[in-house]
T-cell receptor, first 119, second 112 residues
Framework: DAGVIQSPRHEVTEMGQEVTLRCKPISGHNSLFWYRQTMMRGLELLIYFNNNVPIDDSGMPEDRFSAKMPNASFSTLKIQPSEPRDSAVYFC?????????????????FGPGTRLTVL | QKEVEQDPGPLSVPEGAIVSLNCTYSNSAFQYFMWYRQYSRKGPELLMYTYSSGNKEDGRFTAQVDKSSKYISLFIRDSQPSDSATYLCAMSYGSGNTPLVFGKGTRLSVIA
């Protein structure tokens, strides 16, 4: 299995531009998480989906951020317009369990991350 | 106060040393406790997990959870240079698949 796939791996953009980050979860996994990692704040949840449905987006910093999961094999995180303070590493993680799943199999598998720099 | 506190280090030890990493947390509702290892410019990978209080051992790694003190630990025996990484504690409120709350990570260097 290829694991969680994220693209692009690196993104450098200018303030005000739209940024779209992409994630392909592990096949068969029911849950998908978007996290952001910065030196100041560490790793923090932005939003997560169970069975393609957004469950909790309270971690999304503001209206400039949006996320979609149109099907079980693809999710996007969009920032429009981007700002320098959005510079961070964005991780996608997937897990085999859903709302009815048992914990023992619900390891979260992380992708390699997208390193975003907004100038 | 952040929900999960973790000393960022850096921590530098000689090869073969026993390493002790720990986290404290404030919310007694956390039930599931994990340690992730993150190499530079990579995603976190699960190392250990425990449910509620107790110990769990896996090879050179031992995880301990003390819910009464809201304190979790990871011990690494016979540390190797390949253990050099950032170690993140993480915890979760409920069963099933719920989001993780992470500590900020401790950077460990094992010197040969």
């Amino acid at each position: 299995d290829a694991g969680v796939i994220q693209s692009p791996r690196h993104e450098v953009t200018e303030m005000g531009q739209e940024v779209t980050l992409r994630c392909k979860p592990i096949s068969g996994h029911n849950s998908l998480f978007w996290y952001r990692q910065t030196m100041m704040r560490g790793l923090e949840l932005l939003i997560y989906f169970n069975n393609n449905v957004p469950i909790d987006d309270s971690g999304m910093p503001e209206d400039r951020f949006s996320a979609k999961m149109p099907n079980a094999s693809f999710s996007t995180l969009k920032i429009q317009p981007s700002e320098p303070r959005d510079s961070a590493v964005y991780f996608c993680a997937s897990s085999p369990g859903g709302l009815a799943g048992g914990w023992s199999t619900d390891t979260q598998y992380f992708g390699p991350g997208t390193r975003l720099t907004v100038l | 106060q952040k929900e999960v506190e973790q000393d960022p280090g850096p921590l530098s030890v000689p090869e073969g040393a026993i390493v002790s990493l720990n986290c404290t947390y404030s919310n007694s509702a956390f039930q599931y406790f994990m340690w992730y290892r993150q190499y530079s410019r990579k995603g976190p990978e699960l190392l250990m997990y425990t449910y509620s209080s107790g110990n769990k051992e896996d090879g050179r790694f031992t995880a301990q959870v003390d819910k009464s003190s809201k304190y979790i630990s990871l011990f690494i025996r016979d540390s190797q240079p390949s253990d050099s990484a950032t170690y993140l504690c993480a915890m979760s409120y409920g069963s099933g698949n719920t989001p993780l709350v992470f500590g900020k990570g401790t950077r460990l260097s094992v010197i040969a």
